[in-house]
Each structure stands twice: as C-alpha cells, then as structure tokens.
Nanobody, 125 residues
C-alpha cells in the first residue's frame, strides 16, 4: 500500500489546516492515523482511527483541537487541525496497518506497517 499525504503548509497561530491521506495499491486497511515529528524530537502519535470510525484516539496535546475522520475501508483519512499552536509545527506522517497486524500499542510506531512521505506543517507566531 502506498500512502500519499497532502495539505500541509504555513499557518499563523490559531489558524486551521486540513491534512488528507489516501492509500493505493493494496488490500483494504484496518487502521489509519497520523504521527508527527518535530525537529530534534521523536515521532509521536497524534490521532488514530479504526475501520469502524468509532472511538478515535487522540494524543492529549491535540484533543479538542484536532479531528480525525475518514473511510478506512476505502483507505482514506483526514486530520482537521484547529487552533494551531507553534508546538504543532512538525512533519506529519500518515500511517496505516491491515487487520491482524501485530499490535505494540496504539502509540507505538512498530504497530503500523505503511507510512506516507510526510507533509510539513509550520505554525508561525
């Protein structure tokens, strides 16, 4: 599966951006999500959604500001980011896995098989 993310860019503090990701070239996915990596920091989980779309996971730092949505069975996911802060500046990566993939925990990179190329989000103050 090839994941292609888009929608990053430069935005001012308090602004909004919407990231999109689509997967092509393979079987349907079971879980999709977004991680991010800021300069000098480790990649961290931002939000994850399963095939049913119910009970998405959010990192505490983005809860209430970001919304993940999509049709995982059709290999599409988006991330609506509102009230952006300078600390949200990072490269955002779309990620996904198929059903029955070994689970190391929702926040663990090892739990995910497929990764997009990343899209840069810069929040300026």
């Amino acid at each position: 599966v090839q994941l292609q993310a888009s929608g990053g860019g430069l935005v001012q503090v308090g602004g909004s951006l919407r990231l999109s990701c689509g997967g092509t070239g393979g079987a349907s996915l079971h879980t999709m999500g977004w991680f991010r990596q800021a300069p000098g920091k480790e990649r961290e989980c931002v939000a994850v959604i399963g095939w049913s779309g119910s009970s998405p996971y959010y990192a505490g730092s983005v809860k209430g500001r970001f919304t993940i949505a999509g049709d995982v069975a059709k290999n599409t996911v988006s991330l609506q980011m509102n009230s952006l802060r300078p600390e949200d500046t990072a490269i955002y990566y779309c990620t996904a896995k198929r059903r029955f993939t070994r689970n190391y925990g929702i926040e663990d990179l090892k739990s995910y098989t497929y990764w997009g190329q990343g899209t840069l989000v810069t929040v300026s103050s």
